[in-house]
Nanobody, 119 residues
């Protein structure tokens, strides 16, 4: 089992920045990929970004390219999502997820952290 705990979500003004963190614990050696998803009210959960744990290759949704950066600290078993130039449409609950294999989907999910972009 892998436990994921997100933090860093809060209210921020449009144009502002936030950094989300996701700390992994448990059988972290089995983690192949980690990702961020978001779920806005009345909408489906959507992919935001992911990172392959070994090698660090990243992938982003078109809606966040150039504004968000995903990174990881292997020593701390933590993945980050740096969010810049935030827009009201970025408002959502952000979830961290971990997968045990590439192409096998995400096996573990965090509880989510609320990001609200509003003036």
């Amino acid at each position: 089992q892998v436990q994921l705990v997100e933090s860093g979500g809060e209210l921020v003004q449009p144009g502002g920045s936030l950094r989300l963190e996701c700390a992994a614990s448990g059988r972290t050696f089995s983690t192949a990929i980690m990702g961020w998803f978001r779920h806005a009210p009345g909408k489906e959960r959507k992919f935001v970004a992911n990172i392959i744990w070994s090698g660090g290759r990243t992938l982003y949704a078109d809606s966040v390219k150039g504004r968000f950066t995903i990174s990881r600290d292997s020593a701390k078993n933590t993945v980050y999502l740096q969010m810049n130039s935030l827009k009201p449409e970025d408002t959502a609950v952000y979830y961290c997820a971990a997968g045990a294999s590439l192409g096998g989907g995400y096996n573990y999910w965090g509880q989510g952290t609320q990001v609200t972009v509003s003036s």
